[in-house]
């Protein structure tokens, strides 16, 4: 399997597990993104936890050897048309994950998640791994 991947969050958290599929998915991608947000979920993860210098280290140096995708204007635009299409459905998903789903619409980036709520999401194309 090739292709451009943006990762979600429970990905990455597979991956520090040392995931087998995550890792041997990984070996087969094109290029993988990580969305800002995803860092902030982690940074968040790890300041709570009880192991919070160590895992902020790994986040630390798990960001400087990947590609980190921010949000701009355009993100933003899909952001407003994504969540206003949750809502027009009645099928809200979380909000930040409502800003990684722009990323991947707006960039194509296939997004690779364990959540099946992003299946209510027009326009992007998920996969599990």
């Known amino acids: 399997m090739t292709g451009k ?3 979600d969050t429970n ?3 597979a991956l520090f597990a040392k995931d087998e599929n995550v890792l041997s ?4 991608a094109e290029e993988v993104f990580i969305p ?3 860092l902030g979920e982690l940074y968040f993860g790890a300041n709570k936890s009880g192991r919070s210098k160590s895992n902020l280290a790994r986040i630390e140096e798990f ?8 949000i701009d204007g355009e993100t933003a635009r899909h952001y407003g048309q994504v969540k206003n299409d ?3 459905k009645g099928k809200p998903i979380p909000e930040n994950d409502i800003w990684i789903a722009a990323l991947s619409r707006q960039h194509k980036y296939v997004l690779v998640t364990q ?8 326009g ?3 996969i599990k791994w």
């Open 5 to 7: 991947y943006l990762l």
């Open 11 to 13: 990905i990455v958290i």
């Open 25 to 28: 998915q990984l070996k087969s």
């Open 36 to 38: 800002s947000i995803v």
């Open 63 to 70: 960001a400087a050897k990947n590609q980190i995708i921010t």
């Open 86 to 88: 949750l809502r027009a």
């Open 115 to 122: 959540d099946d709520h992003f299946s209510q999401v027009d």
């Open 124 to 126: 992007i194309e998920t």
